[in-house]
């Protein structure tokens, strides 16, 4: 029996952007670009680089912040421009985009793969509701995989996560919030 594999259609159609692209090796050399809120994820695996593209001898990327106003975008795009001056592209811009407003489907299985293992709740880690975390929403906890786990600020470090408290291990955790 053949195994069919599944994923998010956002997911699918950045994959196809990114494996289709002319300038294939920016986007792996961007890969090294981490976000400096949570190091272990590269921007790719956050969802925010969204376009890479050649305009003659220019050279121009795309982003989109987890929320407008957030702090990290100004860091990031200084990494962006000194990874790519690195590597001998001068002429450059990096563009933020803010419609489409970023959705956590854009992360990749990676990377929420990488913010558990960093001890960070990743969106499908909650039983939130559609509209938001409610009072009695349950986050698993990425240090001990329990459910038993309450939520204490809709606030977490950013305004993109919130904090729980696992009762099992009674460890305090942020949760990437679903948007």
Same mark, same amino acid.
């Given at each position: 029996?053949?195994?069919?594999?599944?994923?998010?259609?956002?997911?699918?159609?950045?994959?196809?952007?990114?494996?289709?692209?002319?300038?294939?090796?920016?986007?792996?050399?961007?890969?090294?670009?981490?976000?400096?809120?949570?190091?272990?994820?590269? %921007?790719?695996?956050l969802g925010i680089l969204r376009d890479i593209e050649r305009q003659g001898d220019?050279?121009?990327?795309?982003?989109?912040?987890?929320?407008?106003?957030?702090?990290?975008?100004?860091?990031?795009?200084?990494? %962006?421009?000194?990874?790519?001056?690195?590597?001998?592209?001068?002429?450059?811009?990096?563009?933020?985009?803010?419609?489409?407003?970023?959705?956590?489907?854009?992360?990749?299985?990676?990377?929420?793969?990488?913010?558990?293992?960093?001890?960070?709740?990743?969106?499908?880690?909650?039983?939130?509701?559609?509209?938001?975390?409610?009072?009695?929403?349950?986050?698993?906890?990425?240090?001990?995989?329990?459910?038993?786990?309450?939520?204490?600020?809709?606030?977490?470090?950013?305004a993109c996560k919130a904090l729980f408290q696992c009762q099992a291990c009674k460890?305090?955790?942020?949760?990437?919030?679903?948007?």
């Open positions: 029996m053949s195994e069919i594999s599944l994923m998010p259609e956002e997911q699918y159609h950045r994959l196809q952007q990114r494996d289709t692209s002319e300038v294939k090796e920016l986007w792996d050399l961007l890969d090294e670009v981490k976000d400096p809120e949570i190091p272990a994820l590269s %921007i790719w695996d220019r050279i121009v990327v795309t982003i989109t912040p987890t929320y407008s106003g957030c702090p990290a975008m100004d860091t990031i795009t200084e990494d %962006i421009e000194a990874a790519l001056n690195a590597k001998g592209y001068e002429s450059l811009e990096v563009k933020m985009q803010l419609s489409p407003a970023w959705s956590s489907e854009w992360m990749s299985p990676e990377g929420r793969r990488k913010l558990r293992n960093y001890g960070v709740a990743p969106p499908e880690d909650a039983d939130a509701s559609e509209d938001g975390l409610t009072p009695d929403a349950h986050a698993l906890c990425p240090h001990c995989g329990s459910r038993d786990t309450r939520l204490l600020s809709e606030f977490g470090s950013t460890e305090t955790f942020d949760y990437f919030k679903k948007i």
